[in-house]
């Protein structure tokens, strides 16, 4: 048990070591001699577990992504509508980016680009996060709450689209603080979103649509209505009735 917790603990000292470095350097320039001078394990312990520099670089997005999932299979199931599920995916990226700048970094920044990667496992791994967002989108169009001509396709790459841009646009500019953070950007973005896919409801009872002016002028028309009979007399406001003669 003790060796197994070594072992584990040793592992994870590697990859933290390699992101950090890889993320600061980028992948071409880092070394294995500079992670293990980190890490504080030797060369040939980082090859014994790794095999080689780019099957470690891989193997960082593989565990952080697949610990990413298991914590949100712990919260989703709890919640049910839709749109709430949407938010904590969308929320979930955007802490992970936010939260570990090197990991979205590294992932945003040099492996999106790298055609090698989309074949291993760790892309799986990303890709079976974004395949939930995009479930979560086909349950809305089939239970009625977003309409039945949505493209869940096209709405997942529009949120994650968007989300991808933001934070690469972030690491570009030198990971600025601001007043209104992406993390803050999140509601009114995916509320701008919401209310073009939502299902329209039938509404009941008549519905009256005029132009501006044709507005006013029915206004000022009930106006004088209203004073009109107002100033009008008690005994005026009732037709008068015929009298009756008798014979």
């Known amino acids: 048990m003790a060796d197994h917790v070594k072992t584990k603990s040793r592992k994870d000292r590697i990859m933290d070591a390699a992101l950090h470095i890889f993320a600061e ?85 040099q492996l999106m680009s790298n055609k090698r990667f989309r074949q291993t496992a760790a892309h799986a791994a990303i890709r079976r996060s974004a395949h939930g967002l995009l479930d979560c989108i086909r349950d809305g169009i089939a239970d009625g709450t977003f309409r039945k001509d949505a493209d869940a396709y096209l709405i997942r790459s529009l949120l994650m689209g968007t989300i991808e841009h933001l934070f690469i646009h972030w690491h570009m500019q030198g990971m600025p603080k601001r007043e209104k953070s992406i993390m803050d950007m999140l509601d009114p973005f995916l509320e701008i979103v919401l209310s073009g896919i939502r ?3 039938e509404e009941t009872g008549l519905t009256l649509h005029l132009q501006l002016e044709d507005a006013r002028a029915l206004g000022k028309l009930l106006q004088a209505k209203g004073r009109l009979k107002k100033d009008r007399p008690e005994g005026a406001r009732k037709a008068p009735q015929a009298k009756k003669h008798n014979k």
């Open 25 to 109: 350097k980028t992948f071409q320039e880092a070394t294995i001699s500079e992670i293990s001078k980190e890490s504080g394990v030797s060369e040939a312990t980082i090859y014994e577990y790794f095999g080689t520099k780019e099957d470690l670089l891989f193997a960082i997005p593989e565990k952080i992504s697949n610990d990413t999932f298991e914590e949100s299979k712990l919260v989703l199931p709890f919640i049910k509508d839709v749109e709430g599920r949407m938010r904590a995916i969308l929320l979930s990226y955007i802490q992970l980016y936010q939260n570990n700048p090197h990991y979205s970094a590294l992932v945003l920044l």
């Open 199 to 201: 299902a329209r409801r």
